[in-house]
């Protein structure tokens, strides 16, 4: 309840620096809004539904793209944990494209699938398969190795050794993954949206500034910022504690 007290208060704050920014006449009103102009923006996109489909669009492209994310950055994790000749010629370069920000593979999507949502499936799934392999890679290679030869010792090994001592114990490192594909996941597919043809939030966006709609533009930049924080808080960063708690790794 404190904590949820302390955020209110710092959100109070924030909107009356807002508020005096706009009082004192620094930028004008074309360029920042006073924000009861953003409120009922918002509450406008909302009611004639544009907000709505736009986010629907969106967590479409997600429900689609991140799976596939999160399947082949697995596949790519376990290769190079398990594979030593994969790991020191793949494994640098898969850092590489980890480093490449979202929106520079846009130009590229849309050049192989032209102005549509398939160069928008293609981003998110870039964005989150490179972070996703890393932690996996990181998971695998974190399971303690007396652990490993306790096994082995009492004759388990092979597949047997891999799917029930390796993958149990590499849990907590894996959550965190899906944790950080999500929210990589979710940047790209703001960026592949931006620009390019495909609905959601991104075009959304786009749109509105094409026509000067800045109570819409930072309307949409504060949603897209909540359901990435509120999913983060509901879902992943509750999963990711409840492992962690479950392998005894968090006291409270």
Excluded: C
């Excluded at 490993?148 to 959550?175: C, D, N, Y």
């Excluded at 931006?194 to 309307?219: H, T």
């Amino acid at each position: 309840m404190k904590i949820a007290l302390k955020r209110i208060a710092f959100l109070i704050v924030v909107v009356g620096i807002w508020q005096g920014i706009v009082a004192l006449g620094i930028y004008p009103e074309i360029v920042i809004p006073p924000p009861s102009k953003v409120f009922f923006g918002m509450v406008d996109g909302f009611s004639d539904g544009t907000l709505i489909k736009a986010i629907l669009n969106s967590f479409k492209h997600l429900f689609v793209g991140l799976p596939l994310a999160i399947m082949i950055g697995t596949a790519i994790g376990v290769l190079l944990a398990k594979s030593t000749q994969a790991d020191e010629t793949m494994g640098m370069y898969l850092i590489s494209l980890q480093s490449i920000p979202s929106i520079v593979w846009v130009p590229f999507a849309i050049l192989l699938f032209g102005l549509n949502e398939s160069a928008v499936y293609f981003v998110v799934v870039l964005g989150g398969t490179f972070v996703m392999a890393l932690n996996v890679r990181t998971a695998i290679h974190s399971v303690p190795g007396q652990m490993i030869q306790a096994a082995r010792t009492m004759g388990v090994k092979g597949m047997k050794l891999f799917f029930k001592v390796e993958i149990p114990a590499s849990l907590p490192h894996f959550v965190t993954g899906l944790r950080l594909a999500w929210a990589f996941g979710w940047r790209a597919l703001m960026a592949g949206e931006l620009l390019s043809n495909g609905p959601g939030l991104g075009y959304s966006l786009r749109f509105a500034m094409d026509f000067a709609q800045m109570e819409m533009v930072i309307a949409i930049i504060i949603i897209i910022g909540f359901i990435g924080a509120t999913v983060d808080q509901l879902v992943f960063s509750k999963l990711e504690r409840t492992v962690m708690k479950r392998w005894g790794l968090l006291k409270n």
